[in-house]
């Protein structure tokens, strides 16, 4: 067994909201140590190649830092994670990467022990999967004792799944790694939202045969990014994508999917057989509580979203704090983004220095916010 790292607060996660975190209790004087499971931004990391935010990149800046971009445009992944590094050599954060916390505790005589594994990658993307499927009993890397925890765990884990036969098969896939491994072939595409409209699109641009189902009757425009609707509208008026409304998929076979269509909810449901090479499942993901329950957090709503002071982002247990999108538990709409959790950091540097906002903590930008529900 290591030696115990004792440090003030442990910040588990080096997502850009960790970060944050890291900076704002640094301009308050108070230690900190960092881990994060994967890489730097690991959560970027699972991206499809050159997918670009939604939000504009003055939104997503963290740490002081201007975010710019050559064509003043919205970033990629790959430019967000070049981007954290420079913030981290620019503040100093020395986060500890690819060190995953496993087990965390509350101690008898106060503060937290937490404990790690090395690890491969972030938590998240289709490698976590491969390590959910082959998780042994590696050996604790290291220790800590913290008199204070953030979870800045973010909530993409794993995929939201459907629960349908064939669901492992090995051309079907939660995640959207790009298009080029998709020239040529015949691509069903489940979901409505941003993912899968993105996808499709890319797919489609990249000479492969796109089939959508979606279990709505139309797309939803507030789901759906204001410049990708027009096109995926257009294409699928031409014919160009087929689109399947108002379906669900049943089962999956190696070079087809069966997919059930409900009508109007009156009649009788009719399944439909459609031919595919690939299937691109783009339903969502959800959060690993884990942590959370092994700390007994108190969680709320079918989301399980931790309950948190909404002034210091404290949680149920006194002295563990909750920022970014882990607040927001296994949502179905994103409530929270990076835009909306900058706050997150401050609340909670505020609380553990002392209350009120200290005056060496710099202050936030000031974007536009977008409210939480
Ligand atoms: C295609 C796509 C487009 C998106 N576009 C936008 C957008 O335009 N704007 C926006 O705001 N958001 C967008 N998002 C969501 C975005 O990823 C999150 O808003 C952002 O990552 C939240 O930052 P975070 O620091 O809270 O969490 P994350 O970035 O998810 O960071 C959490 C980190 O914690 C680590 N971690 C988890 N558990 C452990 C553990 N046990 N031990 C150690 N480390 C751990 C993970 O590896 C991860 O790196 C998009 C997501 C996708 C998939």
Same mark, same amino acid.
């Given at each position: 067994?290591?030696?115990?790292?004792?440090?003030?607060?442990?910040?588990?996660?080096?997502?850009?909201?960790?970060?944050?975190?890291?900076?704002?209790?640094?301009?308050?004087?108070?230690?900190?140590?960092?881990?994060?499971?994967?890489?730097?931004?690991?959560?970027?990391?699972?991206?499809?190649?050159?997918?670009?935010?939604?939000?504009?990149?003055?939104? $997503?800046?963290?740490?002081?830092?201007?975010?710019?971009?050559?064509?003043?445009?919205?970033?990629?992944? #790959?430019?967000? @994670?070049?981007?954290?590094?420079?913030?981290?050599?620019?503040?100093?954060?020395?986060? &500890?990467?690819?060190?995953?916390?496993?087990?965390?505790?509350?101690?008898?005589?106060?503060?937290? #022990? +937490?404990?790690?594994?090395?690890?491969?990658?972030?938590?998240?993307?289709?490698?976590? $999967? $491969?390590?959910?499927?082959?998780? *042994?009993? =590696?050996?604790?890397?290291?220790?800590?004792? =913290? @008199?204070?925890?953030?979870?800045? $765990?973010?909530?993409?884990?794993?995929?939201?799944?459907?629960?349908?036969?064939?669901? !492992?098969?090995?051309?079907?896939?939660?995640?959207?790694?790009?298009?080029? &491994?998709?020239?040529?072939?015949?691509?069903?595409?489940?979901?409505?939202?941003?993912?899968?409209? #993105? =996808?499709?699109?890319?797919?489609?641009?990249?000479?492969?045969?796109?089939?959508?189902?979606? &279990?709505?009757?139309?797309?939803?425009?507030?789901?759906?990014?204001?410049?990708?609707?027009?096109?995926?509208?257009?294409?699928?008026?031409?014919?160009?994508?087929?689109?399947?409304?108002?379906?669900?998929?049943?089962?999956?076979?190696?070079?087809?999917?069966?997919?059930?269509?409900?009508?109007?909810?009156?009649?009788?449901?009719?399944?439909?057989?459609?031919? +595919?090479?690939?299937?691109?499942?783009?339903?969502?993901?959800?959060?690993?509580?884990?942590?959370?329950?092994?700390?007994?957090? /108190?969680?709320?709503? /079918?989301?399980?979203?931790?309950?948190?002071?909404? /002034?210091?982002?404290?949680? !149920?247990?006194? *002295?563990?704090?909750?920022?970014?999108?882990?607040?927001?538990?296994?949502?179905?709409? +994103?409530?929270?983004?990076?835009?909306?959790?900058?706050?997150?950091?401050?609340?909670?540097?505020?609380?553990?220095?002392?209350?009120?906002?200290?005056?060496?903590?710099? =202050?936030?930008?000031?974007?536009?916010?977008?409210? #939480? !529900?």
């Amino acid at each position: 067994m290591t030696d115990v790292i004792e440090t003030d607060v442990l910040i588990v996660g080096g997502g850009p909201i960790g970060m944050e975190v890291a900076w704002r209790l640094k301009g308050v004087g108070v230690a900190c140590q960092q881990v994060e499971a994967g890489e730097l931004g690991a959560t970027f990391g699972w991206w499809a190649p050159n997918t670009r935010f939604f939000s504009s990149p003055e939104r $997503i800046a963290i740490c002081g830092v201007p975010l710019v971009t050559a064509d003043q445009g919205k970033c990629t992944g #790959e430019q967000y @994670r070049d981007y954290l590094r420079a913030v981290a050599v620019q503040h100093d954060l020395r986060v &500890r990467t690819f060190e995953r916390v496993v087990s965390i505790a509350r101690l008898d005589e106060g503060g937290f #022990e +937490a404990h790690t594994e090395r690890s491969e990658h972030g938590v998240g993307g289709v490698d976590e $999967i $491969i390590r959910t499927m082959a998780a *042994g009993n =590696a050996p604790v890397y290291r220790r800590y004792r =913290a @008199r204070r925890v953030v979870l800045a $765990i973010g909530n993409m884990h794993r995929p939201r799944e459907l629960g349908v036969s064939g669901e !492992s098969l090995p051309h079907v896939s939660h995640y959207f790694e790009g298009p080029h &491994r998709h020239f040529g072939r015949r691509v069903l595409i489940v979901g409505g939202k941003n993912s899968a409209v #993105e =996808a499709a699109l890319r797919c489609w641009r990249a000479g492969a045969e796109v089939t959508m189902s979606y &279990r709505g009757s139309k797309l939803d425009e507030k789901r759906v990014k204001y410049w990708l609707r027009p096109e995926i509208e257009w294409l699928i008026e031409r014919g160009e994508i087929a689109w399947m409304p108002h379906t669900r998929v049943v089962r999956i076979k190696p070079d087809a999917a069966h997919l059930a269509s409900a009508g109007d909810g009156a009649s009788k449901e009719e399944e439909r057989e459609v031919p +595919a090479d690939d299937v691109l499942l783009l339903t969502g993901y959800v959060q690993d509580s884990t942590l959370f329950d092994q700390l007994g957090l /108190e969680l709320v709503t /079918e989301t399980r979203r931790p309950r948190l002071d909404s /002034e210091t982002q404290e949680s !149920s247990v006194p *002295g563990v704090y909750v920022a970014g999108t882990a607040c927001a538990g296994s949502m179905t709409r +994103a409530t929270v983004f990076i835009e909306n959790a900058h706050v997150h950091a401050e609340r909670i540097a505020a609380a553990i220095a002392g209350g009120g906002t200290p005056e060496e903590a710099p =202050a936030a930008p000031e974007y536009g916010v977008l409210e #939480e !529900s």
